[in-house]
Structure formats: C-alpha cells, structure tokens
C-alpha cells in the first residue's frame, strides 16, 4: 500500500538534546512538508520540499532543520533551540506544491521531559 | 498574513441529520480552500476542496461552498453517519506551499 509512514509515534527526550523525527513516502511525490499541531489550534507550516535537495522554511522554522536527500525521505530535526518542542509533529506529501498537502502520515507525538 | 477562524469549536449531530461547518478567511488573494477530517490518533486526510474559480462543489454526501465577496466557505455533511464523527479542519492559501488552518472542529454523530 502506498503512503506515509512516520516513526517512532511517541518520542521523549531531554531538555537540551536533539532529535531527529523520521518521514518516508512510497507515493513517489515530488512535494513534502512538516507541520505542528497543538492542541486548540491548527496545524502550522515548519518546513517544506518541492524537490530533492531543495527546501524552504514555513511559518515556524526557528529551532528546526531538515534534509531532503532522497525523494522519498524528510527527517526533521527539532534542535534544543526549539524553545517549546512539546507537539504533534505531522508529515505530509502531495504530487507537485499546486495541489498543497494532500497525504499526511500519523505523526509523531514529541515530548520533551 | 491569512487569517482563518473556524465555527463551531464542537458539533453534536443526531445520525441522519446534516451538519455545517463554516470558515472565514481574511486574505481576498486566497484562492484554494481545502478540507480535512482527522480521526483520533491519525493524521488528517484530505475529503475535498474548491478553488477560488468555483461556487460550490460536491462529492456524495459532501459539499463545500464559497463565497468570495463575503470569504468564507462551509463544509456541509448530509445524511451523517457514526464514521463522520472526527475533527474537521478547514485552511486557506494563495500559494498552496504554505496554507493556513482552522483551529478545527470536532463533529459527534450520536446514534
């Protein structure tokens, strides 16, 4: 079955540690994207890829970076700059930007301790 | 930047009953409006959208409208089911690399 896969579901860490949320699709999308969501409010725009080594910052890109080394993998680094890393971390995909997200894994639930 | 506010927070629906859900945006450039449900512990999945050329526009039991002048877009759900029972989010853009959500709503079909 083609889709988005997002690993692990729930993640710990440590104040001042950093660490790396992984996003792979089989859906062979050229666009990828990374969004936040707490609770209460929609989902916000950290990152996204039109292609293959290209991407751009969204909305809420201090204290993240990403990497788009292949096309079906976007792994997000959420820093210890991140001053508030606590959130859902959702990843999505769709064939080209016009469409806008129209794929979206089951996210990772971060947690910093 | 755009601005989108979602009505009603939380809906309760009787099975069978329709339900609406309406959004506002404040960016008149916007010109493509979609919709999500998200179900518990997944992640959001695209039902429908509309763009901006477009009035309204159906898919069996949903329908999303769109008034330009007034900005703001529904999404309608007839014939309600207990599977309808998610939270629905509604977004805007002008580009759609970078849309703009709703704070959601969440929908209950009672039996």
């Known amino acids: 079955d083609g889709g988005i896969t997002q690993s692990p579901k729930y993640l710990f860490r440590k104040e001042g540690q950093n660490v790396t949320l992984s996003c792979e699709q089989n859906?062979?999308?050229?666009?990828m994207y990374w969004y936040r969501q707490d609770p209460g409010q929609g989902l916000r725009l950290i990152y996204y890829?039109?292609?293959?080594?290209?991407?751009q910052k969204g909305d809420i890109a201090e204290g993240y970076s990403v990497s788009r080394e292949k096309k079906e993998s976007f792994p997000l680094t959420v820093t210890s700059a991140q001053k508030n890393p606590t959130a859902f971390y959702l990843c999505?995909?769709?064939?080209?930007?016009?469409?806008?997200?129209?794929?979206f894994g089951p996210g990772t639930r971060l947690t910093v301790l | 930047g755009e601005n989108v506010e979602q009505h009603p927070s939380t809906l309760s629906v009787q099975e069978g009953d329709s339900a609406v859900i309406k959004c506002t945006y404040s960016?008149?450039?916007?010109?493509?409006f979609p919709w999500y449900k998200q179900e518990l512990g997944k992640g959001p999945q695209l039902i429908i959208d509309?763009?901006?050329?477009?009035g309204e526009k159906k898919d069996q039991r949903i329908a999303v409208t769109l008034n330009k002048t007034a900005k703001h877009f529904s999404l309608h759900i007839t014939e309600t089911q207990p599977e309808d029972s998610a939270v629905y989010f509604c977004?805007?853009?002008?580009?759609?690399?970078?849309?703009?959500f709703g704070t959601g709503t969440r929908l209950t079909v009672i039996p």
């Open positions: 859906l062979n999308h050229d666009a």
């Open positions: 960016d008149s450039a916007s010109n493509y």
């Open positions: 890829s039109q292609i293959v080594n290209d991407f």
């Open positions: 509309i763009r901006s050329n477009v």
């Open positions: 977004a805007a853009s002008r580009a759609a690399n970078n849309l703009f």
């Open positions: 999505a995909s769709s064939i080209g930007l016009a469409g806008g997200p129209a794929f």
